[in-house]
Each structure stands twice: as C-alpha cells, then as structure tokens.
T-cell receptor, first 113, second 110 residues
Framework: AQSVTQPDIHITVSEGASLELRCNYS??????LFWYVQSPGQGLQLLLK????DTLVQGIKGFEAEFKRSQSSFNLRKPSVHWSDAAEYFC???????????WGAGTKLIIKP | NAGVTQTPKFRVLKTGQSMTLLCAQD?????MYWYRQDPGMGLRLIHY???????AKGEVPDGYNVSRLKKQNFLLGLESAAPSQTSVYFC?????????FGEGSRLTVL
C-alpha cells in the first residue's frame, strides 16, 4: 500500500543548530515528492518539491531535501534553524494522475532559544 | 492576488444540522481538493475535482458532498453533521502538481 512515514512526531532543536526531518515513502513508481510547512493556525505552504532530475533540491527559507531512491527517503534539512522555523512539517507523495497526495502525519519542530 | 479563500473560517454546528463550506480560487487552476486535518493524522482527502463540473471521492468521502459548478469554486457540504466531523478543513487548488492551500475552516459539531 502507498504510504508516507514521518517517524518523528516532535523534534526539538536549539536555535542555530542544524536540522534533519525524516520522510520515508512507499510507492511503486517514480515519486513526485513534496515538503510543506504549516505555522499555527495557518494553511500549508510549499517548501520544496522533487519531480525529476537533481536529487538534491533547494527550497524556500534555506531548506533543502535529498531524494534517495534506494532508501525510499526524502529527508528535509537546514544547516541553521531560526526561531521562526518553529512549525509543523509535512511530507507528501503524489500517487495518481489526478495529483492526489498521500501525506505523512507531520513532524512538529520546536526551537529552543 | 487572493489565492485560495475559504469561508467561513469558524463554525459551530449542532448534530444533525447542515452547512456548506465555500472554497474560491482566482488562479484558474483545474484541480481542487477538500481535505480534513485531525491531530496526529496528517491530511486526509475528502473529495476532489479535476475540472469544472467534475467531482470524485477521496479517502474519507462519507458524510460529505461536493459540487464544482464554476471552475473557481468548490463547495463542500455536510447534510447531517456528526461530532466525528469536528475538524479543520482545508481547500487546495493546483495547476497540476503543487497544491496551493487556503487558511482553513475550523468546524465544531456539538
């Protein structure tokens, strides 16, 4: 069955430290992958996407993600987090030609001052 | 540019009441989606539309109906609300690929 797993429900990181959020997917074909961010009380905003080509993709706000087919992963990284990065992060994969997405349950990022 | 606008943003219903959530997008997108978001469960697709006049069921369609009479609007209806439908509802539109989201509608069913 198609699925997206974000193994970490919460992650706490000190401001200025590096960040990696994990995402694993289960999908038979070449995936279209997304990372979205949701601030409290807000809708979701696209951070970055992978459709094809370079497996290291750059996004907004200094985020990047690397697609690793052999590990079925699409982990999100940032070299130095800022307090404004505190939010919930969702990984998603397109599963059909109507661009239906399967979503992970989300990882809540907490920033320590 | 308004993007995706949802109305109302908040609503409290009693069990058995009906209501309609309106989603409007001004980006001329073909695809539109209704999701619900519950704690710890991510987003689950309720219904979607691939163009004006079309609708299709998503992962959790029971208890909901939708209509897409105009390309820019996608309506989500609850005919007889139940407490299990207490949730935050998000509408999204897409040109094919990236989704653009509204700010959400928080619905409480008592």
């Amino acid at each position: 069955a198609q699925s997206v797993t974000q193994p970490d429900i919460h992650i706490t990181v000190s401001e200025g430290a590096s960040l990696e959020l994990r995402c694993n997917y289960s999908y038979g074909a070449t995936p279209y992958l997304f990372w979205y961010v949701q601030s409290p009380g807000q809708g979701l905003q696209l951070l970055l996407k992978y459709f094809s080509g370079d497996t290291l993709v750059q996004g907004i706000k200094g985020f990047e993600a690397e697609f690793k087919r052999s590990q079925s992963s699409f982990n999100l990284r940032k070299p130095s987090v800022h307090w404004s990065d505190a939010a919930e992060y969702f990984c998603a994969v397109v599963v059909d030609s109507n661009y239906q997405l399967i979503w992970g349950a989300g990882t809540k990022l907490i920033i320590k001052p | 540019n308004a993007g995706v606008t949802q109305t109302p943003k908040f609503r409290v219903l009693k069990t058995g009441q009906s209501m309609t959530l309106l989603c409007a997008q001004d980006m001329n997108h073909e695809y539109m989606y209704w999701y619900r978001q519950d704690p710890g469960m991510g987003l689950r697709l309720i219904h979607y539309s691939v163009g004006e006049g079309t609708t299709a069921k998503g992962e959790v369609p029971d208890g909901y109906n939708v209509s897409r009479l105009k390309k820019q609007n996608f309506l989500l209806g609850l005919e007889s609300a139940a407490p299990s439908q207490t949730s935050v509802y998000f509408c999204a539109s897409s040109p094919a690929g990236e989704l653009f989201f509204g700010e959400g509608s928080r619905l409480t069913v008592l």
